[in-house]
C-alpha cells in the first residue's frame, strides 16, 4: 500500500523484475524476498514515511534490518512458540529484539516479568522503554459502528479520540499508535488534526469487522490464538449481536486450539469446523479431532469443506442470526471471498 492504496499489478511485477537477480541469488526465502520487494518499492515510490509491521517475533525478522524513527510492541502472547519460545519471557525477548539503540520504544505490555525482559534489552541496546498505561485509556465506549475513548498526550495534550475499529482492545491499539507518533521526531510529527483524522479513517479488515448482508449479521475475527479469541469474546460481551449466534471456525495445525475455542464455544448457540481454504497443506488441522475435545461446549458440527460449511452456519444463522468467522486469516478471507466482500476488491473495480 502506498498513499493509501495498493500497488498496480503492473506496477508490482516491474519493481520485482528490477529486484529478481539479487532476490533469487541470494536465495531468500518467500517473506524475505516480499519484504525486499517492499522496502524497493518504498524507495522508488519516494515513501516519505513507512510503517513497517514485523512478521514473527522480531530478533530474527527480515523486517529488523532497518533503523526506525521509533519501535513499538503491543503486548506478548503465546503465538509461534515453536519458533519463538515456549515460555512468555523468550517471546518477549524476541519481540524486544528490534530495540535499536537510541530509538524510543514503546508498549502496552502489562506484565512486570515481560516488561522486566524490555527493560533489560533496552538497556543492552542503549535505550528505553515507555509504557501506556491500561488506565491511560480512558471513557472507552463500544459499539457495533465505532470504539471511542480519551487520552493524554506530551505533544497534543488531551485528544478525544474516535476509531471505526470496534473492541476494547481497538482502543489500547489506537493509543498505542497515538502513543507512538508522540515519539516520533519533532520535525516528522503530525499535528492533532491529522492524528484524528488518520484514526477515524483507518481500515483494518477481518479484526472484529461487522457486516450486515441479506439480513444476517456477519462478525470477522482473523483471531488465531488465544489472546485474539479472548478480545474476541470481550466484543461479543459488549456488542449484544442478535441471536442465533454460530461460529465458523477454521484454525491452522499448528495453533492452541485446546485454548482458543472453550472462550468461544461458551458464547455461542452452536459451531461449525472447517478447513481453512486456503491453508498450506503441511499446516492443516483435524478439526474432527478437535469436536470431540470440545464437543460438550455447544452444539457442534464438522464440514470439512469449506463451501459446504460456510453455507451451513449461514443458514443456521439466516432467520436475522449472527454468524463469527474467525480461528485463521485463511478463514476469514475465504468468507470475505464467498461473500464478494473482500477488502480490496473496490480497488479493482
Do not use: C
Not at 499508535?177 to 515519539?183: F, Y
Not at 457486516?211 to 474476541?232: E, P, Y
Request: hydrophobic share 45%.
Amino acid at each position: 500500500m502506498v498513499d493509501g492504496r495498493p500497488l498496480t499489478e503492473e506496477a508490482l511485477l516491474a519493481y520485482a523484475a528490477e529486484i529478481r537477480d539479487v532476490v533469487i541469488g541470494s536465495g531468500l526465502t518467500f517473506f524475505e524476498a516480499v519484504t525486499v520487494l517492499a522496502f524497493h518499492v518504498f524507495a522508488r515510490e519516494r515513501v516519505e514515511m513507512a510503517v513497517m509491521e514485523v512478521g514473527l517475533g522480531g530478533r530474527l525478522d527480515a523486517t529488523n534490518v532497518i533503523v526506525p524513527d521509533v519501535s513499538a510492541v503491543t503486548n506478548v502472547a503465546m503465538d509461534h512458540s515453536d519458533f519463538l519460545g515456549g515460555t512468555l519471557r523468550e517471546i518477549a525477548r524476541e519481540k524486544a529484539g528490534i530495540m535499536k539503540p537510541n530509538v524510543p520504544f514503546v508498549t502496552t505490555e502489562t506484565a512486570s516479568e515481560l516488561r522486566a525482559v524490555f527493560e533489560d534489552v533496552a538497556l543492552e541496546r542503549g535505550t528505553s522503554v515507555s509504557y501506556l498505561e491500561p488506565e491511560e485509556i480512558r471513557d472507552v465506549s463500544v459499539s457495533g459502528e465505532h470504539t471511542s475513548f480519551s487520552m493524554t498526550t506530551e505533544s497534543w495534550g488531551d485528544l478525544e479520540v474516535r476509531t471505526p475499529l470496534v473492541g476494547r482492545h481497538q482502543a489500547t491499539n489506537a493509543g498505542l499508535a497515538v502513543a507512538t507518533l508522540d515519539r516520533l521526531p519533532r520535525d516528522r510529527r503530525p499535528g492533532s488534526a491529522a492524528i484524528l483524522r488518520g484514526v477515524s479513517e483507518v481500515e483494518y479488515h477481518g479484526r472484529d469487522e461487522l457486516l450486515v448482508i441479506d439480513g444476517v449479521t456477519w462478525l470477522f475475527d482473523v483471531a488465531h490464538n488465544t489472546a485474539g479469541i479472548l478480545s474476541l469474546v470481550d466484543t461479543l460481551d459488549r456488542l449484544g449481536l442478535p441471536g442465533p449466534t454460530t461460529a465458523l471456525v477454521g484454525v491452522l495445525g499448528d495453533k492452541d486450539w485446546a485454548s482458543m475455542l472453550p472462550p468461544l464455544f461458551s458464547r455461542v448457540d452452536r459451531a461449525v469446523l472447517t478447513q481453512p481454504p486456503t491453508a498450506p497443506p503441511e499446516r492443516r488441522w483435524n478439526p474432527a479431532s478437535a469436536a470431540a475435545v470440545v464437543a460438550d461446549i455447544t452444539e457442534l458440527s464438522v464440514e470439512e469443506d469449506f463451501v459446504r460449511a460456510f453455507e451451513k452456519a449461514r443458514l443456521a444463522s439466516a432467520d436475522g442470526g449472527t454468524v463469527v468467522v474467525t480461528g485463521s486469516v485463511h478463514t476469514v478471507g475465504g468468507a470475505m471471498r464467498l461473500l464478494e466482500r473482500e477488502p480490496l476488491r473496490r480497488f479493482a473495480e
